[in-house]
């Protein structure tokens, strides 16, 4: 059975993996070296130099291709280097649409980095994809999509938009860190390029910073191949290895992910001090059918303001909590919170932050994978 035929759970243990050539070692080995000893100049045995390409990584590239539905994988030293080398596709002059309720540091890179280079983006709304169109002109080059959005939690409608991207010859990009390919397929869906922070879901751990892209076109993976190389911000082998050791339990963390936010976002739109919860799954969020049909499941994010919330009381509940580690980050087994205004979103300027509704009081779960009750009698807790 070709291993590209295999469903999901399969190939995040088998896509793209071989044993390993030298002693059939199971897991590839981290082959950590720079360089590759050549019998004469040229005669290598398809590794020169670890940038342009090392074994370890190439078994990580190839899984990610396999998870995503795609052909090509690119591994990088994280997430915003991945952001980089797609933003590096383009030249000045040529306008991004986004989505303007997103990470922080996607908000950072766009707006900090590449508008001094002459590259212009538009921050817009994306819940109804119609709205787009307005934006695009004949610079316009890409589409930037985050969906379930950090941390709104807005679901944006991937298929409708690759349809407008494709109706004027726009790439689309969706950052699919927050739904992992065990919930959403970018790629089937019609978009061009998949990214991750694999920092977050795929890693697992909470143990290794790595970006990820993945496409199926042979022309746009040479030429983000070539990008990849020729700026470097590649991954290390012992990163490489610990995703790839991530990626093969994805699917089984991820369904406890599911439950666990269900059970943790239900017991917050409960409480009376809770004034609004924010997550895809409950029936009365604004795109549920879109979440719905485009997702498995609805993931462990979950973001939610207390009652008269202030920026005071925010914080306030945050400290008290003891089984959620206060920190940046999400995606790991382990359950954390945080303040987006004062830590994943201080980047984004207060004004521009509060339009999409990250406002001081609100605070965001990564629901981990511990048992439901003790998460749900340490928030308990916390909300006083
Ligand atoms: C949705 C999303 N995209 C991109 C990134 C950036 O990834 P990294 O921190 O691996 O550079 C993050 C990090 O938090 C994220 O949450």
Redesign the pocket.
């Known amino acids: 059975m070709g291993k590209e035929q295999l469903k999901f759970n399969s190939k995040t243990i088998h896509g793209g993996q071989f044993p390993d050539k030298a002693y059939g070692a199971v897991m590839p080995p981290i082959y950590q070296t720079s360089t590759y000893a050549q019998s004469t100049p040229g005669g290598h045995k398809g590794y020169e130099y670890s940038r342009s390409a090392n074994p370890t990584r190439s078994a990580l590239e190839n899984s990610l291709a396999s998870i995503e539905n795609g052909t090509y994988g690119l591994a990088f030293g ?6 980089d080398a797609v933003i590096k596709l383009l030249s000045p002059g040529d306008e991004v649409i986004s989505t303007n309720d ?5 908000y950072r890179i766009f707006k900090r980095i590449f508008e001094n280079y002459g590259i212009v983006f538009h921050f817009v709304g994306m819940q109804d994809a119609s709205a787009i169109a307005q934006y695009i002109n004949k610079n316009t080059k890409l589409i930037w999509v ?1 969906t379930p959005t ?1 941390p709104m939690m807005n679901i944006i409608d991937i298929k409708a938009v690759a349809a407008l991207a494709k109706k004027h010859q726009v790439l689309l990009a969706v ?1 699919n ?2 739904a992992t390919p065990y919930l959403q397929l970018p790629l089937d869906l019609g978009a061009d390029i998949v ?6 879901y795929l890693g697992g751990h909470s143990d290794v ?3 990820a892209l993945v496409v199926k076109d042979k022309e746009l993976a040479d030429k983000l191949y070539f990008i990849q190389n020729a700026s470097g911000a590649v991954c290390g082998p012992m990163d490489s290895f610990l995703v790839l050791r991530g990626i093969k339990t994805l699917h089984v963390r991820m369904q406890r992910h599911c439950e666990n936010g269900r059970a943790v976002a239900e017991f917050l739109a409960k409480h009376p001090k809770i004034e609004k919860v924010y997550w895809p799954g409950f029936e009365d969020h604004p795109n549920h059918q879109i979440a719905k049909s485009q997702m498995k499941d609805f993931g462990g994010m979950i973001s939610f303001v207390p009652k008269n919330g202030s920026y005071k009381e925010a914080i306030a509940i945050v400290e008290r909590l003891q089984l959620f580690t206060l920190a ?4 790991g087994v382990e359950s954390l919170a945080g303040h987006p205004a004062s830590m ?1 979103h201080a980047s984004i300027p207060a004004e521009e932050r509060e339009k999409s509704g990250v406002v001081d009081a609100l605070i965001r779960l990564s629901v981990g994978i511990e048992d439901r009750e003790d998460l749900i009698a340490d928030l308990n807790q916390a909300i006083q």
């Open positions: 994280s997430g915003l280097a991945a952001i997103l990470y922080g540091g996607s985050e950090n950052d860190t927050f990214m991750h922070s694999a920092t977050k910073v790595v970006g940046e980050s999400l995606g994943t």
